[in-house]
């Protein structure tokens, strides 16, 4: 009979890493280590007794454990041996979902969520929020791809009281934009006879805390994540990410490798955004790859395999939930696109900048940062010429960040710019100064949006005499400016600019016109931002009017096609042609970054028929 050894032949932990796992190999089985590595596409080997291999490609791949010599000696750490065990369970549960002749025994009806919440609910329920909520009460993990203004805060937080009152969850952490602070904490307070003791996350967070909210800046500084996953893991937790679209590139992306690292020390995890796909297939793969890791995710992957997202979307419904614009009852949203023409020093100034940029871009279709600066530059240059000499301030988004536009002395680009100062203002902006007056006049508070923030501080000088309340990345007291324009009778236009203010806030009780200066081509964040102030809650008889303003001729124009390609796109999957119509803006008469391939390309178009 064989000798039994004595301790663990194979230990098997987290690494420094929550990432990673670390197997560690008994004295005499580092040979045996070896040939375990090589079943791993991510292992390696950190000396001859030790490896490290990603944690979704070990819960991929457990059954390449099952070669070891000794498995009965193999030791694993606790936590690290539940998430094992959950991702087979996992595996067995998409499949099971993905099944269509699969019986539903064990799904929560609707009828059910109220006495599910108990006495301690205390806030109302749509009908189509009790759906989701019993939908996702029914998956072991889900995602709510709800639109934007549809509650999925409440229901968030549903399944989650649902879960801590019936399956032993005992916290939340919440991971969103900066933004949602304040619709999570209202929530809170509103939804629960005992609200819980809820969080922002600091150095010096309560750790008695049952919540914690935080950013998705703050998880990209050092050490925020391991942190994180140590208190996620301490007890049964639930990871709940708000407007969960941030993390779309997955592990190539910063947000999403903080997300993906956190995903795996908690016992359930929530997903929440109304925009899963702004870009196409990868999106969602990577989305429910921090849903359902290991087997689960390879699932997913096999869905979507065939590259049509529409018949993937189909194959997925069962995985995820989603209330429709249609479903809200909504009045409807006029939008239209204002067509402005560029005055003869503006016009001059464009061309010439795009005569400089379409040599430097011939033979750098592959190089995204350099043709990302380029199209910040030219939208810039569609707006007022006159951003260029001073480019962006470190408050912009990074994707936005650029200096000054430097022009070599004795061009005509550089006669133009030296000019363009004592030339009229930027049509865009009578644009919207002529808006903002006729609204002003009728008591309707006006909400602007452009991308650039020395775009935004102009405007406000511009726009002084209706007391315009300012938020951006630099604003030290948001709420103080939100505050101002929703009650202060004087403020009638809040400036701001999507990237900041887009997701998480809701205005659609004090403003129903807005007005866009600018769009770049992030359909994601177009959807979400027209949203702040077309949401759940308002009356039958609201008008809701949203302007586009684009330069003749321009960037503008292509920013316009591409959007309207994106959200077509995404109505398709959704199959909600409440998007796909947004895409289709009237055509209206004047009356005063994040790039992908195809918009590159064009964007590489544009540049070539301006120079043809």
Not at 13 to 38: K, N, Q
Not at 42 to 60: C, F, W, Y
Request: net charge negative; charged share 25%.
């Amino acid at each position: 009979m064989a000798e039994l050894p004595l301790g663990p032949t194979l230990e098997i932990g987290f690494a420094d890493v929550v990432t990673r796992a670390r197997l560690r190999a008994g004295t005499g089985y580092e040979s045996e280590l070896r040939r375990l590595a090589l079943r791993f596409n991510s292992s390696v080997q950190r000396s001859p007794g030790t490896m490290e291999v990603e944690i979704d490609d070990l819960l991929t791949n457990l059954v390449a454990l099952a070669t070891w010599p000794e498995p009965n000696s193999v030791a694993w750490d606790s936590q690290l041996a539940v998430l094992a065990k959950d991702s087979a369970l996992d595996a067995q549960a998409v499949a099971k979902r993905l099944d269509p002749a699969a019986d539903t025994d064990g799904e929560v009806d609707p009828q059910q969520v109220y006495d599910l919440l108990g006495p301690g609910w205390i806030a109302g329920l749509t009908a189509f929020q009790r759906r989701d909520i019993a939908k996702l009460l029914s998956l072991r993990h889900g995602a709510n791809f709800s639109v934007p203004g549809a509650g999925k805060t409440r229901v968030g937080l549903a399944v989650f009281h649902a879960l801590r009152r019936n399956k032993g969850i005992e916290r939340l952490l919440i991971v969103g934009p900066k933004s949602c602070y304040e619709s999570w904490q209202y929530e809170n307070q509103q939804c629960l006879a005992d609200p819980l003791n809820m969080s922002v996350f600091a150095r010096d967070a309560d750790p008695a805390a049952e919540s914690l909210i935080v950013n998705y800046e703050r998880l990209r500084q050092e050490g925020y994540v391991n942190e994180l996953g140590q208190w996620l893991a301490a007890r049964p937790s639930m990871l709940l990410l708000d407007e969960a679209h941030r993390m779309k590139r997955g592990a190539d992306g910063t947000d999403g490798a903080a997300c993906l690292a956190l995903g795996p020390r908690s016992r359930h995890r929530l997903i929440l955004t109304g925009t899963p796909a702004p870009n196409g297939v990868k999106d969602l793969e990577n989305l429910f790859g921090f849903v359902w890791p290991g087997h689960g995710r390879q699932k997913v992957i096999q869905a979507v395999a065939g590259g049509d997202l529409v018949k993937a979307s189909q194959v997925l419904r069962p995985l995820f939930t989603r209330t429709t614009k249609g479903e809200l009852s909504l009045p409807p949203v006029a939008t239209s696109l204002r067509t402005v023409p560029m005055p003869p020093i503006h016009r001059e100034a464009y061309e010439a900048l795009i005569g400089r940029f379409s040599a430097r871009a011939a033979g750098a279709e592959g190089d995204f940062l350099a043709l990302g600066k380029i199209s910040v530059y030219m939208l810039m240059a569609a707006t007022s010429p006159a951003l260029l000499a001073v480019g962006t301030t470190r408050h912009e988004p990074l994707a936005y960040q650029v200096p000054p536009l430097p022009v070599p002395e004795g061009t005509p680009l550089f006669d133009l710019m030296r000019d363009l100062p004592s030339y009229e203002m930027s049509p865009k902006y009578r644009e919207v100064l002529a808006i903002v007056a006729e609204n002003a006049a009728c008591g309707r508070k006006t909400l602007v949006w452009s991308t650039f923030i020395r775009s935004l501080n102009t405007l406000r000088g511009i726009l002084g005499e209706f007391s315009p309340a300012m938020v951006h990345g630099g604003t030290e007291d948001r709420e103080a400016e939100i505050d101002r324009f929703r009650n202060d009778p004087d403020c009638m236009v809040l400036l701001s600019n999507p990237a900041t203010l887009g997701e998480g806030i809701s205005l659609h009780h004090h403003c129903h016109d807005a007005v866009y200066v600018d769009r770049d081509f992030a359909a994601g964040r177009f959807l979400q931002s027209l949203d702040r102030i077309h949401r759940l809650g308002l009356p039958p008889e609201t008008e809701t009017r949203v302007t586009v303003l684009a330069s003749e001729g321009t960037i503008d124009e292509v920013v316009a096609q591409r959007l309207n390609d994106k959200l077509h796109f995404m109505g398709s999957i959704l199959d909600d042609p409440s998007v796909r119509q947004l895409g289709d803006l009237d055509e209206e008469p004047a009356a005063g970054g994040n790039l992908d391939q195809r918009d590159l390309q064009a964007l590489m178009g544009h540049l070539r028929a301006r120079t043809a």
